[in-house]
């Protein structure tokens, strides 16, 4: 391609023509929407880190110090709530996601525009319901609302809260509802399934969990709301119901929920490593077989998460089988990164930082499934620190990684700026060693019993502890350094070519920042993925 | 509209687009209702003798006419689905007219079913009476029965708004610039009737052999 | 790092060294796959670095052996872990017959412990060493999970029903004891102590003070006090089932199934009469929710599993 960036950015970039604030706010462009998704989702992160960071302060000495039961109670619940719902589920597919799978395909838009902004503004709409919850006093269930202590015993604002929930589950759907069409009826001419990048396949399946699984989760925090405003329901014992039919209800959606936040993950991972292994990913049907058996077996194994709570022996087991199987995908991706290195020409670019640390954290968060996966071990497990440290090595080792190491990737193309290289780099690793020395630690605590959402505890587990604590301080450092030189790009940055890593993918044949209707002319003779070899020779 | 749809190859492009988006909302849709059929599910097998009770103290005439009601809907939304696509657009502004009539005679006599239960004290939340030994399962099926019957309500209230909004921009546009849309609402109505077809026997004909 | 046996692998119960072997069998092959690919990873990365000498002719961009080994190997491992996983997990669903039976009331937040012969504690549990125990746990309000981590075992203490756990002491001490679901505020604090004894010293400590009418001598004043007895007496005019020996035996329903009369059974067939109706008779009880606490429910079924041995109780202890 022979486009001149800087032509482009001053004439027809999409961040061109129209800087007002009214412009962005009424936009229907999904590079814009995509924009206004990664400031609002920024600003839950740091949010939420917020809460995690005096949860960690307070977890330094075994005493509770520095606040008191009920608030902390309120700390790990908004954490919960906001890094769950507010950050992971939107951060790739409605980020990432949004400005990509269309440059992706060879599409001008998303199929539906206006439904596009209107989730940005529902889940604007539903992260207000949560920031009143705080204002007004915080809530106290947990993030997972169960009952009866949510519908009756609380004396908090649960049902604030579960509005929020329940408005952003909204926004999931219709963005899950748009990616779908978007992928099937939009692809540019040539472009066949099996030519699409991961990465859309990646989101393409996290779309069908998000609109099969969220609206679930809507209806039973409905019920929840209900039963705890009425104080009627099919959910408390005391009124005739069954406490196990919400944890049923609730992990039918949350389980799959852990896909929906790592599946485009996977995809951003597979993006980057080809690019800087300089080589074609290494088994393409395979990776998309494992992503689509990741979606659907992952409807199946909710149960997991109820091998104690008086479900039956006999499910249990089934449950348990389910989910080692769900693990064989997850693991056929991890040797198919691996062997894309085979015979590669590696270069240590930031983003390629990020996404080996997302395979090696997303590997031990794996295999650490299998504990809990194992009924027998899950008994002593579950609802301590293990797995604690097992779903932070998923959803922030893997996912959050992942999400960072995208952002480096595409930020060129983004923002038609560079990052700064070198900082880039130092913040990847201050962050893989500030995570496993925050986590690691927890899997020992748990592993020796520590429960989860203690604010006092036992002295034993202190100095796991400190460790932790020590651990997630550098983490935040390792977080607020992206935050700081990618915005410095944005302004200052060296200007960026349209294809700077020499990557393949319809997205790097237009110009960086992208005009607004993404391409000129539609790209027509459309490569396979992943053509590096080829390239390399040329 | 057209100045949206600028990223549409064609009008069938458009069309097909939009019907596979309603496609997925549907599945949305059902999975919404899962909960609560699901609910229904456990909470007849723990209380069935109560679930039977309390559906006989459903009014089945009203529930019977209502379904012959919506079916009737039914129908003439798949005329105007017709129409629209043989491009008549008096006869689909009709048809979605009859259809949207049909909807609200459903609601209206649903109100009046809703009153008289009201009245004889089956509404959970508010003053609830029953048999003592059967309270329990009846509560949890009435419970139930009004979550259902009022989440289907507002599905039908929103799909005779959009048929009516339709059915009067028909009055400007021709059959053929609002045939996506007259589509799309077709589907969704046919679904929210679908949802009937299941509430009726599971609420009003459950055990009533008796 | 702990003496009580919280440590990684020194449990203190039965099932938990049979725990023990099946965590460590784990941890090694997680551990094998875990260095495995960051082994790969760092060769790799070394040996393929941009500007390296290595020999990059005829890369593969597919094989379909391969991928079939590396999904059919880990699916032969998942599975033998699988299959011994359930069997030590299926046994923590079989109490031995022997076990000693112990009622435990959960509330927010405290333990509240009912021995047989009535003697009481809170927030602690004392158990004899090598004789299995099993606990009959309810909750009063919300949901909690009794978990003692040296003997490896959780359950969840629920609300409006009883589940059990079991566990046999190997070695005597004081263990922790936690609430492990979140109960609400003072989750944190919902902790005890289980203290495994030599089984003479227990004995002992069992004789020394109970300060009530053992379980079963109050809850046949229960049963008489709510009028149970009116009914279900054989003498009655009223046609209900007799009660002796009912516990564990099966049952024939109305509906035509059949269940076993456990202690979830016996409790909602007095809470909430109208779920089962034993076949032949009218359903014509009332239901007692409301009426009777979690302890005179205790009592009440520790009288129902007694009246096999004694049949008509006698009034004093």
């Known amino acids: 391609m022979s486009s001149h960036p800087s032509r482009a950015f001053h004439e027809n970039s999409y961040l061109h023509g129209g800087f007002t604030l009214w412009s962005w706010l009424t936009t229907r462009d999904h590079k814009r929407i995509a924009l206004l998704y990664m400031i609002s989702i920024t600003g839950f992160f740091f949010l939420g880190g917020a809460a995690a960071t005096i949860i960690r302060i307070e977890l330094l000495t075994p005493q509770g110090d520095l606040v008191d039961a009920h608030t902390y109670n309120e700390l790990f619940t908004a954490h919960g709530i906001i890094m769950v719902w507010f950050f992971l589920i939107p951060s790739i597919p409605n980020t990432l996601g949004n400005f990509l799978i269309p440059l992706m395909i060879g599409a001008r838009e998303v199929a539906f525009p206006r439904l596009n902004l209107a989730s940005w503004y529902i889940y604007t709409l539903g992260g207000l319901f949560v920031l009143a919850t705080l204002l007004f006093g915080g809530v106290d269930t947990g993030w997972t609302f169960y009952t009866p202590f949510a519908t009756l015993f609380s004396n908090s604002n649960v049902v604030l809260a579960i509005v929020g929930v329940f408005v952003v589950g909204f926004s999931s759907i219709l963005t899950g509802l748009n990616f779908i069409v978007t992928v099937h009826r939009m692809r540019a001419p040539g472009m066949t399934w099996f030519k699409l990048p991961l990465f859309v396949w990646a989101n393409y399946a996290t779309s069908i969990i998000l609109v099969l699984a969220t609206p679930v989760l809507a209806m039973t925090l409905c019920l929840i709301a209900f039963e705890r405003i009425t104080r009627i329901g099919i959910f408390d014992p005391s009124l005739g119901g069954d406490p196990l039919l919400f944890q049923h209800f609730f992990w039918f959606y949350s389980h799959p929920a852990v896909y929906i936040m790592v599946l485009p993950a996977m995809g951003v991972a597979s993006e980057i490593i080809p690019c800087f292994a300089r080589n074609r990913i290494f088994g393409y049907r395979f990776m998309t077989y494992a992503i689509l058996g990741i979606a659907i077996i992952g409807f199946l194994v909710w149960g997991h998460h109820m091998f104690v709570s008086g479900q039956s022996m006999y499910a249990s087991v089934v449950f348990s089988l389910l989910s080692f199987l769900v693990a064989i995908p997850s693991a056929i991706k991890v040797f198919n990164w691996t062997a894309t290195l085979y015979k590669g020409s590696i270069l240590f670019a930031s983003p390629m930082l990020y996404a080996l640390g997302f395979v090696g954290l997303f590997t031990i968060g794996g295999l650490t499934g299998l504990f809990l996966a194992a009924a027998a071990l899950d008994v002593h497990l579950t609802d301590t620190y293990f797995v604690i440290a097992h779903f932070h090595y998923i959803m922030v080792g893997g996912t959050v990684m992942a999400y960072l190491g995208g952002l480096h990737f595409w930020w060129p193309k983004i923002v038609g700026r560079m990052y700064p290289e070198t900082w880039g780099r130092i913040a990847a690793v201050v962050i893989f060693v500030g995570f496993n020395l925050t986590f690691f630690p927890q899997y020992i605590a748990g592993a020796m019993g520590m429960p989860r959402r203690y604010h006092v505890y036992s002295p034993e587990y202190q100095l796991l502890n400190v460790f932790s604590s020590t651990g997630a301080g550098m983490l935040a450092i390792g977080y607020l350094l992206p935050l700081v030189y990618l915005v410095w790009a944005m302004f200052r940055g060296k200007h960026a070519p349209a294809n700077p890593w020499q990557a393949t993918g319809l997205e790097w044949q237009t110009a960086s920042p992208p005009p607004k209707e993404n391409f000129e002319t539609i790209p027509e003779n459309i490569p396979s993925p992943y053509d590096y070899r080829s390239r390399t020779r040329s | 509209m057209s100045s949206h749809a600028a990223h549409f190859e064609s009008d069938s492009h458009r069309h097909e687009t939009a019907e596979l988006g309603m496609w997925v909302f549907l599945a949305t849709e059902l999975m919404f209702f899962g909960p609560l059929l699901l609910g229904y599910a456990v909470g007849r097998e723990m209380y069935g003798q109560a679930f039977a009770a309390a559906s006989r103290h459903t009014d089945v005439v009203i529930g019977t006419i209502n379904t012959a009601v919506l079916l009737t809907s039914s129908l003439f939304m798949a005329l105007a689905a017709a129409a629209v696509r043989s491009d008549r657009t008096r006869m689909t502004m009709r048809c979605l007219l009859l259809t949207a009539a049909l909807g609200v005679v459903f609601l209206v006599l649903k109100g009046f079913e809703y009153l008289s239960e009201w009245q004889e004290h089956l509404v959970p939340w508010a003053d609830f009476r029953f048999e003592p030994r059967l309270r329990q399962g009846a509560g949890y099926f009435y419970y139930l029965y009004f979550a259902m019957t009022g989440l289907h309500a507002l599905h039908l209230t929103i799909g005779i708004v959009a048929s009516i909004v339709f059915a009067l921009r028909l009055r400007v546009n021709s059959a053929r610039a609002l045939a996506s849309q007259v589509g799309v609402t077709g589907l969704y109505w046919h679904f929210v009737d679908m949802i009937w077809v299941f509430l009726y026997p599971i609420l009003y004909l459950v055990e009533r052999h008796g | ?317």
């Not at chain 3, 090694?28 to 875990?34: K, N, Y």
């Not at chain 3, 290595?54 to 491992?77: C, G, H, K, Q, V």
């Not at chain 3, 504690?121 to 978990?147: K, N």
């Not at chain 3, 263990?175 to 289980?194: I, K, P, Q, S, W």
Request: overall charge neutral.
């Open chain 3, 1 to 317: 790092m702990n003496p009580n046996g919280e440590g990684l692998f020194s449990a203190a119960s039965s099932l938990g060294h049979t725990v023990d072997v099946l965590f460590l069998s784990v941890l090694g092959v997680t551990t094998f796959v875990a260095v495995g690919v960051a082994g790969a990873i760092l060769y790799f990365s070394i040996r393929y670095r941009h500007g390296s000498k290595a020999d990059r002719s005829n890369p593969p961009a597919r094989a379909r052996w391969i991928e079939i080994t590396w999904t059919a190997t880990p699916l032969a491992i998942f599975l033998g872990l699988f299959i011994w996983s359930s069997i030590v997990f299926s046994r923590f669903h079989r109490p031995p017959e022997s076990a000693l039976r112990v009622h435990v009331l959960a509330r927010q937040w405290m333990w509240k412990v009912e021995h047989d012969n009535g003697r009481r504690e809170i927030d602690e549990l004392h158990v004899p060493v090598g004789q299995p125990v099993e606990l009959i746990m309810t909750s009063q309000d919300v949901i909690h999970s009794f978990f003692v981590p040296a003997f490896r075992v959780k359950q969840d203490v629920l609300p409006g029903r009883y589940t059990s756990l079991w566990f046999n002491a190997t070695r005597a001490g004081r263990f922790n004891l936690f609430c492990a679901e979140y109960c609400g505020t003072d989750h944190a604090r919902m902790t005890g102590t289980v203290v495994a004894m030599p089984p003479a010293e227990f004995a002992r400590w069992l004789a020394a003070g109970p300060q009530r009418d053992d379980l079963a001598a109050r809850g046949f004043t229960i049963y008489r006090r709510a009028g149970c007895s009116g009914c279900h007496e054989a003498a009655s005019t009223v046609h209900a089932p007799p009660l002796e020996s009912l516990y564990g035996r099966q049952v024939h329903l109305s509906d035509g199934s059949t269940i076993v009369a456990d202690d979830t059974y016996l409790r909602d067939s007095i809470l909430l009469p109208e779920k089962q109706i034993v076949a032949g008779y009218a359903p014509i009880m009332p239901g007692f929710k409301g009426q009777l606490d979690e302890d005179d429910l205790t009592a009440l079924l520790a009288y129902i599993r007694s009246s096999e041995e004694t049949k008509p109780m006698s009034t004093s202890p």
